[in-house]
């Protein structure tokens, strides 16, 4: 069984078999690369892990079977331009058809991960935005279990 931290890269995968309108898609390296809002390749998608958090049992680990539940908190932050139109109200138009796709892609899907459950979406709102250009951020939440089998 794996000990490693949740591997964001598995939502990546997800989102490029199932989102082909994305023109990007990438890491929090990638998103942090970007410094102004007019810069941002669009439509695109960037993933980020939020945290994970462990949940001991009240009883401890036995010597052989220590298996613990982890929760994962991961978000994406949408980009979005609309270059028809100077009103962001129609960028968030725009964002609509994506953030379908992005839900449907991740509501439900199980990452492969020993005990993984199924991701479920927990908010999401606007990060920024300006004339045409619109970031949206979105955390889903999801569990894998780590430690060790007899």
Do not use: C
Request: charged share 20%; aromatic share 8%; no cysteine.
């Amino acid at each position: 069984m794996s000990n490693a931290p949740f591997d964001h890269r598995q939502v990546i995968e997800r989102l490029k078999a199932n989102v082909p309108a994305l023109r990007e898609i990438g890491t929090a390296a990638d998103f942090q690369a970007v410094k102004r809002l007019p810069d941002f390749p669009t439509p695109a998608a960037y993933v980020l892990l939020a945290e994970e958090s462990g949940e001991p049992k009240p009883s401890g680990n036995s010597a052989g079977s220590a298996r613990q539940k982890v929760g994962v908190v991961f978000g994406v932050v949408l980009a979005v331009r609309s270059y028809r139109y100077s009103q962001l109200a129609d960028a968030a138009d725009d964002l609509w058809s994506i953030l379908d796709q992005v839900r449907s892609a991740l509501v439900g899907w199980t990452p492969e991960l020993p005990l993984a459950r199924g991701a479920q979406f927990v908010t999401g709102k606007t990060l920024d935005s300006d004339d045409t250009t619109l970031l949206w951020g979105e955390i889903y939440s999801t569990q894998h279990s780590i430690g060790r089998t007899p």
